[in-house]
């Protein structure tokens, strides 16, 4: 049995706190997250962030510029097409001149107990390979 998705944290456009409605793992190239509010969503795809006023659009929106996007991920593609993606987001960007921040755990794509296995040995290898412990906050980082 599939876990389900979970999405906490804060997020804030032009200072405007956003209430996390959701989110949706996906892919194009490589796998991505986006994280669904009333106000818009939040992309997270090829190690950049994108900011779309529509919910519900089928696209990522505009490339945010960020000063800070720390990232700490891992995720997949199945064999029907769906995908998979947890992480943690920790950033400060722009759209313009309005502020982007946030701080999100991302848990979605309703990953079952084998892939998270398998998240959970990307990770441990990432950290051998590293060099660091595991209590790192630091662990599974793509920076």
């Not at 090829?46 to 000063?67: F, I, K, M, S």
């Not at 199945?78 to 995908?83: A, P, V």
């Not at 992480?87 to 999100?104: N, W």
Request: overall charge negative; aromatic content about 6%.
């Amino acid at each position: 049995m599939a876990d389900a998705d979970v999405v906490k944290g804060s997020l804030s456009v032009d200072g405007k706190s956003l209430a996390l409605m959701g989110c949706v793992a996906g892919h194009v190239d490589h796998v991505f997250a986006e994280v669904v509010t009333v106000s818009g969503k939040l992309r997270f795809e090829d190690q950049a962030l994108y900011w779309n006023p529509d919910p519900a659009a089928g696209v990522r929106g505009d490339r945010l510029d960020c000063e800070k996007l720390d990232r700490s991920w891992g995720g997949g593609n199945r064999l029907d097409g769906t995908s998979y993606f947890r992480g943690t987001l920790a950033f400060r960007c722009k759209l313009g001149s309005a502020p982007v921040i946030g701080e999100l755990t991302i848990d979605c794509g309703n990953i079952t107990p084998s892939e998270r296995a398998q998240l959970d040995g990307n990770r441990k290898e990432l950290l051998d390979k590293q060099g660091v412990g595991s209590g790192s906050a630091g662990a599974g980082s793509d920076r």
